[in-house]
Every structure is written in structure tokens, then in C-alpha cells.
């Protein structure tokens, strides 16, 4: 080793425990791990120097966690020894130790325990055999801090787990609710069923109602229909009535105003027959009662009879079975003038020219 | 319970977890687990952080022992793991400078302060080893002689480094030092530490 390399040398080493603390500047790093990678005798000396600083830890107050940190590491190893296979074995090399670091903000090259996968970007030594180096210097991540693979992996097994028990418990709620649901409708259900037999049950009331009213409505109806038909032979009567009471009137005003009047009885006066001839004009009234009943061949004849005893037939009339009282005019072709008589005879149909034989007459003039 | 003299080493303990044995996994946890919160609450101040950083330093052991090299020495693996956890956990949550300058504040004033060294410190008694007055203990108490022994310059640039990450010349910006000379006497801490150091199991193997 010439004069020069000896006084490098030294200058190295001398920076070696400042370089073990992460004290040097950027600068100073980088020409530290340059030499190392000549000088691999640095690395026991480094070992060495990160030895004598970790006594420094003593420094401090030892402090009792909470024991609940211990029952979550002891927990998750635990969890974690099935999963041997998964764990990630990874050594920490000279080559990734003296890589150029991010220092203090720069351009966020990693080489911490965690990141021990870096590449040389300015030596070119990246591809040195690896000597093992298990503590490198202290050098600030510039990356966000992640968890230990092993709490990821159990992480994530509780997340699953987790995730598993919310969706039990969701369904469990789920069926729950839906078994209220069930049973809410089912309640509401019978309610409803309750509800429509009583409904049917005033259905059915009120469809019997129904069918008692249509027959009262019927009955009603007929009823109507009855006092229709009565009001209607009331109507009749009252308009026979009143055309008896016209013509009654009428036989009043023709009885009271006829220029003559004859009385006719029967011969003997003992027969219940009787009839009054009424002349106005060329007009004679006839009003009879107690008329006998006819053979279908024979007719009433009513005769005048004049002051020379000739007699004159008037007309020729018939009585129905009820008629009991007959009214009946008749015209003349003349003026009556004075009668001896007047009388009514039964002739055979059409009648006759000379009467047969007085059944009524009246008082001789 | 088992005594100091009955407690395999931590390479032992190292063996076993490399063959997937919880129980020593579960030893060594009970050892250092004090030791290294210790550290990461000195660094992150913040109980959350420490106890998230401890659980995922624990299971960087469990997860990567069999990466841990056969010379290199468990424990001082282990301190380094969890510093540098811490510091990058710190530099993520410092937002600011003044938060930062805080830091370093407390750091400083951390270091010019006395060491309470002589505290008792009671481990927890549920733990599967009896720790106390064992070497942890008096290694600790040795470390902190040492440490309490050293200039307050020297105890700010080693603080300052170990536990805030600051490089020499932000430390010799901020105690208004020469860069050089807080490198001289980060080199010289570190040589006293030295001292006190125990053996290297390859120093063990083949004495110098």
C-alpha cells in the first residue's frame, strides 16, 4: 500500500463509525462505500462498529409495553407458523448495503432492512459476489412505511375472517328480518282473511236484504200496478158517473123544458112498469122503468095518437138485461101537434103498422 | 420460572425460532421487549406509534431470523431494527420544522441531563424469565456509567445522531460545532462504548 492509499486509508476508516450512525452527508457515504467494495476488511470493522453503537439502546429507560402487544405478536406468529412456506427469506448483501443511498429528501433509493433488494446506480458493483452484512447504516425511508409481510399476510387472513363473519351476520340479520317480515305478513294476512269473512258475511246480509227488497220492489210493483188498474176503474166509474150525471142532467133539462109531457102507466095501474114521453120540438124523449124483459123476438114500439084515434108509429126500441131505467129520443119527422094519447106496445122486430097492444099508455086527452 | 444460569442465549433462542419454536420466540420477546419500547418511545414519543413499531420489530424477528447472518449479534440486529423503524416513523410524522427543532430540542436536552441509571426497574413479573440483576440489567447500568462519563458535546452529537438521525453537520449546525469535530466526537463515543461492549461471538470464537 503506497503513502497515499495508506492515508485514504485511514481517512476511511476514521469515517467509519460516523458512517455506521448515518452522520455522514451524502458525500461522504458514497466515498465510504466506494472503499468498501476494495476493502472488504471494512466489513467485520463495520460489524463491529454497529455493535459498540446498539449500546447506545441502553441509553434509555427500558419502558414495560402494554401486555397487550405481546398477546397480539405472540398471536400472530402464532397464526403465522402454519404459513412457513410464505415467509420471505432475504439476506442483506455488501452489495445492497453500500448502494447509493436516497439521503435526507433526494431521489428516494432504498436501503434499509426492508428494502435490501437495491441496485447500484453509480459503482457499477451491483453484481459483486454477495458477502453477507446483516446491520447496514441508518438511512432515511422516503417511501411510506409498510407492515412486516407476516402482519399482512395474518391482516389480511383476519380481514377474510372479517369479512366472513359480517357476511354471517348479514344473513343471520337478513333472516331475521325476513322472518319478521313473515310472520308480520302472516299476521296481516289473517287480519285480512278475517276481514273478508266478515265482509263476506255482511255480503251475504245484504244479498239477502237485496233479494227481500227486489220482492217487496215486486210486490210493490204489483201493488202499483193494482192501484194502477184501480185508478183506472175509478177513472172509468167516475167518468160513467159524470156521463150519468150529464145525462141525467140533461133528461132533467129535457123533462123540464119539453113543450109536452106524458105520463104512461100500465092499464090497471098495478104493475110496476111506468114511462114518461117528453115532445120538444120535433124531438121525443123517452124515459121508462121497470120495463119487462123481451123474447129475442120481439121490440118495444112506442105510438102517438092523434086527436082522430089514428095512430102513429114513433119508433122501435130494446132494453139490455141491466138496464132498468131507459132514456132514449127520438126525431120526428113532424111536429107532434095535439095527441089524444101516447103509448108503447111489444112488436115483433122491425115492428109493426098498427099496434098489437098496449102494454103502456098514457091518460086519454 | 427460569433463572439466568437456565436461560438459553439469545443465538440459541435465535436457532429455535428459525425452526418455528413460539415458546422461544416467545422468550426472547419477553427479554428485549422492554429494552427495545424503551428505545422506540425515546425516539417517537408517542405510545401508539411505539407499541405499532415494537409489534412489527418483534415480527420482522419471526418473520426474517433465518436472514440474521450466524456472526452478526441478536441484539444489536434487533436495537437497529427498531431505531430505524423508529426514525423513519418519526420523519413521517414530523410535518414541519418546528416540530422537527422540537425534537431536537428534547433530544439535546435529554442528553445534558443526568441518567437515571440507578433506577430500579422492575420487570414484569408474569414474564417466563427472571431478569433482574442479570446481565441486561448490569450491562445497561455500565452502558449509562459510560455514557454519563462523556463530555455534554459528545453526549448531544451521539444523541442527536442515534436517536434523531441527524447528520454531523445539522448537528454541528445546531450546537454550533465544527462538522468535524462532532465526527470526532461521535468516533470517540463510540470507542468508549467500546469498552463496555461485550465480546463479538466471532471475537468469542478466535481471541484476538
Redesign the interface.
Known amino acids: 500500500m503506497t503513502r497515499a492509499n495508506e492515508t485514504k486509508h485511514q481517512e476511511i476508516e476514521?469515517?467509519l463509525?460516523?458512517y455506521?450512525?448515518?452522520?455522514?452527508?451524502q458525500e461522504e457515504s458514497l466515498l465510504v462505500e466506494s472503499y468498501i467494495q476494495q476493502q472488504r476488511d471494512f466489513l467485520?470493522k463495520l460489524?463491529?462498529?454497529?455493535?459498540?453503537?446498539?449500546?447506545?439502546?441502553?441509553?434509555?429507560?427500558?419502558?414495560?409495553?402494554?401486555?397487550n402487544?405481546?398477546r397480539?405478536?405472540?398471536m400472530?406468529?402464532?397464526l403465522?407458523?402454519p404459513a412457513?412456506a410464505e415467509?420471505?427469506?432475504?439476506?442483506?448483501t455488501i452489495s445492497s448495503a453500500i448502494q447509493p443511498f436516497g439521503y435526507?429528501g433526494n431521489n428516494g433509493h432504498n436501503g434499509?432492512?426492508n428494502g435490501s433488494n437495491g441496485h447500484s446506480a453509480n459503482n457499477g458493483h451491483a453484481a459483486e459476489p454477495a458477502v453477507?452484512?446483516?446491520?447496514m447504516p441508518?438511512r432515511?425511508?422516503q417511501t411510506?412505511?409498510t407492515?412486516?409481510?407476516?402482519?399482512q399476510v395474518v391482516r389480511q387472513r383476519r380481514l377474510t375472517l372479517r369479512l366472513w363473519q359480517i357476511a354471517a351476520v348479514t344473513a343471520l340479520i337478513a333472516l331475521l328480518i325476513m322472518a319478521a317480515v313473515g310472520l308480520l305478513l302472516n299476521r296481516q294476512l289473517d287480519r285480512a282473511l278475517e276481514q273478508v269473512d266478515l265482509k263476506d258475511g255482511k255480503f251475504d246480509a245484504l244479498l239477502a236484504t237485496n233479494s227481500q227488497l227486489l220482492v217487496e220492489k215486486e210486490e210493490l210493483q204489483k201493488s202499483e200496478q193494482s192501484l194502477l188498474s184501480q185508478n183506472q176503474t175509478i177513472s172509468s166509474q167516475q167518468q160513467q158517473l159524470s156521463q150519468q150525471v150529464t145525462q141525467a142532467q140533461h133528461q132533467v133539462q129535457v123533462m123540464t123544458t119539453a113543450d109536452s109531457s106524458y105520463q104512461l102507466n100500465t092499464r090497471n095501474g098495478t104493475e110496476a112498469a111506468r114511462a114518461g114521453v117528453y115532445v120538444t120540438g120535433n124531438v121525443a124523449a123517452l124515459f121508462a122503468t121497470g120495463l119487462p124483459l123481451l123474447p129475442s123476438d120481439k121490440t118495444f114500439q112506442l105510438w102517438f095518437v092523434d086527436n082522430s084515434g089514428r095512430s102513429v108509429p114513433v119508433a122501435v126500441f130494446t132494453t139490455q138485461l141491466d138496464e132498468t131505467n131507459v132514456w132514449r129520443e127520438f126525431s120526428l119527422s113532424r111536429s107532434a101537434g095535439n095527441l089524444q094519447l101516447v103509448a108503447i106496445s111489444i112488436e115483433p122486430i122491425g115492428g109493426s103498422v098498427t099496434p098489437s097492444d098496449y102494454i103502456l099508455q098514457s091518460e086519454v086527452k | 420460572m427460569l433463572t439466568q444460569d437456565r436461560y438459553p442465549t439469545d443465538e440459541q433462542l435465535l436457532n429455535r425460532i428459525i425452526q418455528r419454536d413460539l415458546r422461544s420466540f416467545e422468550m426472547f420477546y419477553d427479554k428485549h421487549a422492554e429494552v427495545v419500547y424503551g428505545l422506540i418511545l425515546h425516539i417517537v414519543q408517542d405510545h401508539a406509534l411505539a407499541d405499532e413499531i415494537l409489534q412489527e420489530t418483534f415480527l420482522q424477528v419471526w418473520g426474517q431470523a433465518e436472514s440474521i447472518s450466524h456472526e452478526t449479534e441478536v441484539a444489536a440486529w434487533l436495537y437497529h431494527v427498531a431505531r430505524q423503524r423508529s426514525l423513519d416513523a418519526l420523519r413521517w410524522t414530523l410535518r414541519n420544522s418546528q416540530q422537527r427543532t422540537s425534537l431536537q430540542d428534547r433530544i439535546c436536552q435529554q442528553a445534558r441531563s443526568p441518567l437515571t441509571t440507578n433506577t430500579p426497574y422492575d420487570f414484569p413479573s408474569q414474564l417466563l424469565v427472571d431478569f433482574t440483576d442479570k446481565s441486561l440489567q448490569n450491562q445497561r447500568q455500565t452502558v449509562c456509567k459510560t455514557f454519563q462519563a462523556m463530555s455534554e458535546d459528545q453526549r448531544v452529537s451521539l444523541s442527536l445522531t442515534y436517536f434523531a438521525g441527524m447528520t454531523a453537520q445539522e448537528i454541528a449546525n445546531y450546537v454550533n460545532l465544527s462538522a468535524n469535530w462532532v465526527k470526532t466526537l461521535i468516533t470517540d463515543g463510540i470507542e468508549r462504548l467500546n469498552a463496555v461492549a461485550p465480546a463479538l461471538r466471532q471475537e468469542q470464537k478466535e481471541p484476538a
Open positions: 476514521a469515517l463509525p460516523a455506521v450512525l448515518g452522520a455522514l452527508d467485520a460489524e463491529k462498529l454497529d455493535h459498540k453503537a446498539s449500546q447506545l439502546a441502553y441509553v434509555t429507560q427500558p419502558v414495560a409495553p402494554p401486555p402487544i405481546r397480539s405478536v405472540l400472530i406468529a402464532r403465522d407458523a412457513e415467509r420471505e427469506i432475504s439476506t442483506y435526507h434499509g432492512p453477507t452484512y446483516a446491520i441508518y432515511p425511508q411510506e412505511r407492515a412486516p409481510k407476516v402482519a
